[in-house]
């Protein structure tokens, strides 16, 4: 089982994700859903310590009537 917490905003506005993925009869399975600022900050608190969070600005936008998205990854600060 693999599970990503996720908090997305732009301009002070936030989202938050939680995305459940695991194998059922040797296919994967992700669950997304939203949850709330609150629910955020208690799941936030579970978080394994041997994994570290990403950081990245996400560019968006249409060339040639193609939509893409352009991640730009901020560098890490820490030791692993």
Not at 59 to 67: A, D, G, P, V
Request: glycine fraction near 4%.
């Amino acid at each position: 089982v693999q599970i990503r917490l996720r908090k997305r905003g732009c301009n002070g506005k936030w989202t938050y994700n939680h995305t459940t993925r695991r194998q059922v009869s040797g296919k994967v399975v992700e669950i997304k859903k939203l949850i709330s600022h609150r629910d955020y900050l208690t799941l936030v608190t579970q978080k394994d310590p041997k994994h570290v969070p990403i950081y990245k600005t996400r560019r968006c936008f249409l060339w040639k009537n193609q939509y893409f998205q352009l991640d730009i990854y901020k560098e890490q600060s820490h030791d692993r």
